[in-house]
C-alpha cells in the first residue's frame, strides 16, 4: 500500500526565507501527487499537484514542488514566505488508479515577521 | 458554486451518546470521503464512495463507526456509541471521481466526546 512521509513535522523561519518542505512516498507504479494547505481553523485547501509532464509544478501563492521520480520525492518549496504563509501543509498520494488520497502527517509552518 | 457542506460546524457530547455527521457534497461530484483529523494521528481516511457505494472503508476504526450514502448529494458518518477518543475533526470531501482529480474539502465537524 502506499504511504506518505513528511520528515519535517515543525518549521521556523523568518519572512523572506527560502521554504523548502520534504515528502517522499512509498509505490512503485504511477502517482499523482498533490500538496494541501491548512491555514488556521480552515479546512484544506490545493496549493498545486502533479500528475505528468514537467515535473516541476508551479502553485498558487508562489509555491512550486519538483517530482523527483528517481528519488520518490515531491518537495515543496517558496523562495520567500510570507507572515500569511503560516498553515500546516500537507502532501498527499493518489495511486492505484483511484482518486483515493493518502496523507502524509503535515508540517507545520510558522513564519515570523 | 457551494463548496462541500458540513453540519453541525461543532458538537460537544457526553460518552455513549449517538453523533451523526452530514455531508452534501459538491454538486456533479461522484466521490465522497470522510477523513479523521487528529493531533496524533494526522489526516486519516475513514471511507470513500464511489457513485453512492462504498468502495474502501478500510479506515473505519471499528464497528462502532458506520457510513451511508442514500443518495448522491448525502452522506453521514455515525458514531455509536461515542467514546472519549473519537474527539477529532471530521472532514468530507469530494471530487469527479476520476485519478488525479483534485478533491475538495469541507470545513469540517469539530467533535469533542466528554
Known amino acids: 500500500a502506499q504511504s506518505v512521509s513528511q520528515h519535517n513535522h515543525h518549521v521556523i523561519l523568518s519572512e523572506a526565507a527560502s521554504l523548502e518542505l520534504g515528502c517522499n512516498y512509498s509505490y512503485g507504479g504511477t502517482v499523482n501527487l498533490f500538496w494541501y494547505v491548512q491555514y488556521p481553523g480552515q479546512h484544506l485547501q490545493l496549493l498545486l499537484k502533479?500528475?505528468?509532464?514537467?515535473?516541476l509544478v508551479k502553485g498558487i501563492k508562489g509555491f512550486e514542488a519538483e517530482f523527483i521520480k528517481s528519488k520518490f520525492s515531491f518537495n515543496l518549496r517558496k523562495p520567500s514566505v510570507q507572515w500569511s504563509d503560516t498553515a500546516e501543509y500537507f502532501c498527499a498520494v493518489n495511486a492505484d488508479n483511484t482518486d483515493k488520497l493518502i496523507f502524509g502527517t503535515g508540517t507545520r509552518l510558522q513564519v515570523f515577521p | 458554486d457551494a463548496g462541500v457542506i458540513q453540519s453541525p460546524r461543532h458538537e460537544v457530547t457526553e460518552m455513549g451518546q449517538e453523533v451523526t455527521l452530514r455531508c452534501k457534497p459538491i454538486?456533479?461530484?461522484?466521490?465522497l470521503f470522510w477523513y479523521r483529523q487528529t493531533m496524533m494521528r494526522g489526516l486519516e481516511l475513514l471511507i470513500y464512495f464511489n457513485n453512492n457505494v462504498p468502495i474502501d472503508d478500510s479506515g473505519m476504526p471499528e464497528d462502532r463507526f458506520s457510513a451511508k450514502m442514500p443518495n448522491a448529494s448525502f452522506s453521514t458518518l455515525k458514531i455509536q456509541p461515542s467514546e472519549p477518543r473519537d474527539s477529532a475533526v471530521y472532514f468530507c470531501?469530494?471530487?469527479?471521481?476520476?485519478?488525479?482529480?483534485?478533491?475538495?474539502f469541507g470545513e469540517g465537524s469539530w467533535l469533542t466526546v466528554v
Open positions: 502533479y500528475f505528468s509532464g514537467d515535473p
Open positions: 454538486s456533479g461530484h461522484n466521490s
Open positions: 470531501a469530494s471530487s469527479a471521481g476520476s485519478s488525479g482529480n483534485t478533491i475538495y
